[in-house]
């Protein structure tokens, strides 16, 4: 080959390969970015009044005093959109009974609208639902249910040949010329003095319970779940995964049933995920009755099954790892093969094995299909350490998708979602990052 | 030595201390908001109580009563005679309990302009007789039929009301998992159909008249709305008098679960 041919082809393998890294970067960026950006919207956000008053009901947060003058002032505010709705429900009396019967159905709408918007009228029974007891909590939220109060969101299907268009029409020129329509002057002009939106940091979202499937409050009990199932599964799987390791390194003869036990290893790491989960079901719950129903026993034993051939390998590798002279000299001193392992090769391998045990611990943090039958469920309190084991839990990974798809509400507890999924992935993240640092000391180490 | 010591500790602990009381459900989509929200009222009514709730369809939740796996099972629907006959051999006698009444409303996207279908249509539609909006007076447009997962009781009230004995789901028709994710699909595709409990019904998708009649709670309470059903909570035999179980099933019949009920977007038992 001639020497520019090879300079052309080194150059645009170069270009392919920076392109690649680009592209990934890209993808990365496109989906991290709003996952971030949103995720932190659930930490950090613009609350209202309703928002602190909520936290002092709920989680007994905020100071009284301040509290109750800023809800006087909000009440000011919102004086006179509720004395136009008492004028004008005495006006609706004396209506001609044509035109009543036109405004009364939007005037209940206008009323519901509102009162999700700023919460039960003031007077009125209270409702029994927490979501109903208060007003929007968020700003972004509230002006989006501000909208909803001044428009009407339809549908105009008058073009014949194409599908209807969304159409927004002003609820305003209908009630002209009555007593309601100070309330839209006063929704459209007076919100954020209504609702006096102030930065507000959230830290403790991480570990409050949450209140009304997740209408408010926080992620602790998901959060807890996760951990309880992370930490269970290495509990159950790193002894037994570390005494795998060092049979296959120290003990076993090469042979055919060695090979047969390792392409074993090898396939129950490729087994997908979902059929471990079913696997827990029918052995560990159904089989085994380790508990009555879903456990996070169960869970934990399921996930342990998932990542054990990872910790295998990876303590596979970290004992094969460990130079040949360390073991020699611990048998030239007189020490048996036990003591040897114990004593010289575990210790020389451990950084390695807790690399590929803390990157197991991020998969079966961020693991779903092997706890849906086995641990998760989308309502439960967090449970103490003593119950843990006969109780299942909510977990971060299946009650994001739990909220995300079948919750019945899913556009008002977005910030949760994002919130959620941030959290999951910065979790996952934390515990790799852990796992880097850990592998870079032992790199050390070794040279120095 | 030390860890496998704790975990000693931890088990002998979780057998010995048990004093916090624990009720278990399972089942139904449908029925999960509103158990949902019982349970999260009983729990600050009854702070030393844990409930929880998992929502794995109807069917997933008479296998778990079957089992023990749960105190009482959410479904949308009876149980079958296959379910019934398999409880009775293992000695579980199911009692029902009815919490609430809902409607099936047939749900497309906003932007189409159908307005209403006769049950006929609908189940032409979901056999794949009928394929075009055009042909039931909408725009020209390909109709996307979603439907439940065969493991839930809407799917089965769906077919046992609209399909009848013999009618068959098309085989391009998607299933998807949860009421709420059939909403998703109906308001992010436009020329889909879908069937979803009333408590799911949101602006973001359009309910279908049927046979003339709009699905609401008053359409529910008279029985003009022809995709009506129940929704029930089954246990295990009646509820021993005083039991945990029993004073949870109770919430049902008060005010306040009612008004829970009502809120939600079903229709209470006392509703008139």
């Not at chain 1, 970067?25 to 949103?38: G, H, Q, S």
């Not at chain 2, 973001?204 to 709670?217: H, M, T, Y």
């Amino acid at each position: 080959m001639r020497l520019s041919t090879r300079k052309l082809l080194d150059k645009s393998f170069s270009a392919c390969a920076i392109l690649a890294v680009m592209l990934l970067t890209a993808f990365l960026l496109f989906v991290l970015t709003p996952l971030v950006v949103r995720g932190i919207g659930a930490y950090v956000f613009k609350g209202t009044v309703e928002y602190r008053r909520m936290m002092f009901d709920q989680f007994d947060r905020g100071n009284e005093d301040d509290l109750k003058l800023e809800i006087a002032a909000s009440a000011v505010c919102r004086k006179p959109i509720y004395d136009a709705i008492n004028a004008f429900e005495q006006e609706l009396e004396s209506m001609p009974r044509a035109k009543r019967k036109e405004l009364k159905p939007v005037f209940r709408i206008v009323r519901e609208e509102l009162s999700e918007l700023l919460g039960p009228e003031p007077g009125k029974p209270l409702p029994a639902l927490t979501r109903m007891l208060y007003g929007q909590t968020r700003w972004q939220r509230a002006k989006v249910w501000r909208d909803r109060v001044l428009y009407e969101e339809s549908w105009d299907y008058s073009d014949e040949a194409s599908d209807g268009k969304k159409v927004f029409v002003p609820r305003r020129p209908l009630f002209e010329g009555t007593a309601l329509l100070p309330l839209f002057d006063c929704v459209e002009n007076n919100l954020p003095q209504i609702m006096n939106p102030r930065i507000t940091f959230y830290g403790r979202f991480l570990t409050d319970k949450s209140i009304d499937a997740h209408f408010f409050g926080g992620i602790g009990p998901e959060v807890l779940g996760t951990i309880y199932l992370a930490l269970g599964a290495m509990l159950i799987a790193v002894p037994l995964g570390v005494i795998a390791a060092i049979y296959f390194q120290e003990y076993a003869q090469e042979g055919v049933v060695m090979t047969f036990l390792r392409s074993c290893v090898n396939t129950l790491a490729g087994v997908p995920s979902v059929v471990f989960g079913l696997f827990g079901l029918a052995f560990f719950i159904n089989t085994m009755k380790v508990s009555q129903g879903k456990s996070v026993l169960a869970g934990a034993l399921t996930l342990a099954l998932l990542v054990l051939p990872t910790v295998i390998r990876a303590s596979e590798e970290a004992i094969a790892a460990v130079p040949r002279a360390y073991k020699e000299a611990a048998l030239a001193l007189g020490a048996g093969q036990w003591r040897t392992v114990l004593t010289v090769i575990l210790p020389a391998a451990l950084p390695g094995i807790l690399t590929g045990v803390v990157i197991s611990m991020g998969r079966a943090a961020g693991e779903t299909a092997p706890i849906i039958f086995t641990a998760a469920v989308s309502v439960g309190k967090m449970v103490g350490p003593l119950k843990m084991l006969s109780s299942p839990t909510p977990a971060l990974s299946w009650n994001l998708y739990n909220i995300c798809t079948e919750h019945e509400a899913v556009d008002e507890i977005r910030h949760v979602q994002y919130g959620m999924a941030l959290t999951l992935v910065v979790l996952v993240l934390a515990l790799n990052l852990t796992a880097i640092l850990i592998r870079a000391r032992v790199s050390r180490r070794l040279k120095g | 030595m030390k860890k496998s010591l704790l975990l000693v500790g931890l088990i002998a602990g979780v057998m010995t201390v048990n004093a916090e009381q624990k009720l278990v459900m399972d089942g139904s989509t449908t029925v999960g908001p509103i158990a949902k929200a019982f349970a999260e009222y009983y729990m600050r009514e009854n702070p030393g109580v844990n409930i929880t709730v998992s929502e794995s369809g109807s069917g997933n939740g008479a296998k778990a009563l079957l089992n023990g796996s749960c105190d009482i099972a959410n479904l949308s629907r009876d149980l079958k005679d296959a379910e019934k006959a398999a409880m009775k051999e293992k000695g579980v006698e199911p009692c029902k309990h009815v919490v609430a009444f809902d409607a099936l409303p047939v749900i497309v996207h906003p932007s189409n302009r159908v307005k209403g279908l006769t049950i006929d249509q609908v189940r032409d539609i979901y056999t794949g007789k009928i394929t075009n909006w055009k042909e039931v007076g909408g725009s020209d447009r390909k109709i996307v039929v979603i439907s439940r997962d065969t493991n839930s009781g809407t799917f089965e009230t769906f077919m046992h009301l609209v399909m009848g004995e013999d009618a068959k789901i098309k085989e391009s028709a998607e299933y998807t998992g949860s009421n709420g994710a059939v909403r998703q699909r109906v308001q992010m595709t436009k020329g889909a159909i879908g069937y979803a409990g009333l408590g799911f019904v949101d602006r973001s998708v359009k309910p279908l008249s049927i046979n003339g009649i709009e699905p609401s709670a008053d359409t529910v309470v008279d029985k003009t709305y022809p995709l009506a059903r129940e929704l029930y909570m089954f246990t295990k035999g009646t509820p021993a008098k005083g039991s945990l179980v029993e004073k949870f099933l109770d919430l049902m019949k008060t005010e306040k679960g009612e008004e829970i009920v009502e809120e939600i977007g079903f229709v209470p038992l006392g509703a008139k």
